[in-house]
């Protein structure tokens, strides 16, 4: 007896496909809904992490404004015990001399000493040998304001007139029966300034930098030698009169995509700004969404 083949027929093999069809329906029905619920869910994920990066960046752009105000307030001590220096009431600008360059030296704040009179002229320069002829100062508004307020200021960034270099300083007044007799200022390199931003170990991608009341580059962590002396970002420079803390995109000066942060000090009016590049911050959400991808196939 020959082996018989049994073919489905016809009817049969069409109420196959409506099954199958119905199937891979239902598959796909509890497939596509859960595919796009992981999808919002990663893209909310990175909306909470973006908004965290913010939140964690202004905190560290806080710390240093406050790291920044410790090294000019750190300065001013040093500028008003240097104030009330028994060599100045005697009229001894040499013994001073001696004293201010040791002083500077020893406490490691600042790079130099500057005693000025109503005019500008400087009479004490520790960067030179006393004797040596002096130039005005190189920010001579700032003396005057000392001359006529009787207080204490954080200069803005100006060249130095004997060095010819950008400087920042703390400037005090020198008093005799009461009244302004000196401006006594102690400068800052801002290599010094730099050294705050290079000890925070920011990631190598993000650009931090410190600048002045006006907005003037002081430092920078990122090609400092070109940017100190030129202002911040001009959307900075918008948002800081109405705001002394913010997050948002904008260009560096380079040109790359970035969220930038920046904090004001109600101290000093210095500002610190980090950018951070937007291709650092979607990395993470293409490896999640390239992780989504996978599981789906």
């Known amino acids: 007896m020959g082996n018989l083949t049994v073919s489905p027929s016809p009817q049969h093999s069409a109420a196959l496909w409506p099954v199958r069809t119905l199937l891979l329906g239902l598959v796909l029905a509890c497939l596509i809904p859960g595919v796009i619920g992981a999808g919002v869910l990663i893209l909310r994920m990175y909306q909470d992490g973006r908004a ?3 939140k964690d960046t202004i905190l560290t752009a806080r710390a240093l404004v406050q790291a920044v105000d410790g090294q000019l307030l750190k300065a001013r001590v040093v500028a008003v015990a240097l104030s009330t220096s028994s060599f100045i009431t005697s009229s001894d600008l040499a013994g001073f001399h001696r004293r201010a360059r040791d002083l500077i030296q020893t406490e490691g704040i600042g790079v130099n000493v500057v005693l000025s009179n109503a005019s500008g002229q400087q009479v004490v320069n520790t960067l030179l040998p ?21 207080e204490p200021i954080i200069s803005d960034v100006f060249v130095g007139a004997a060095t010819g270099l950008p400087r920042a300083s703390v400037v005090v007044p020198v008093l005799a029966d009461g009244k302004v007799v000196y401006a ?12 705050i931003l290079s000890q925070q170990n920011l990631p190598a991608d993000w650009v931090s930098s410190i600048s002045d009341s006006t ?12 940017y100190v002396g030129t202002k911040v970002n001009p959307e900075i420079l918008r948002r800081l009169p109405t705001a002394p803390e913010a997050a948002f995109e904008s260009v ?8 930038l942060v920046f904090s004001r ?3 000093s009016r210095w500002t610190v700004a980090i950018s951070i590049p937007n291709q650092a911050i979607q990395a993470e959400l293409e490896r999640n969404m390239a992780l989504l991808a996978m599981g789906v196939l």
């Open 52 to 54: 965290q990066i913010e």
């Open 130 to 150: 006393f004797g040596e002829t002096l130039p005005r100062h190189g920010n001579a508004e700032q003396v005057r304001r000392v001359f006529e307020t009787g």
């Open 184 to 195: 006594l200022g102690v400068s800052i390199d801002p290599h010094q300034l730099g050294e």
């Open 215 to 226: 907005g003037t580059i002081a430092a920078r962590s990122n090609l400092s030698e070109r």
């Open 252 to 259: 560096t000066k380079e040109g790359v995509p970035a969220l």
């Open 265 to 267: 000090s109600p101290i």
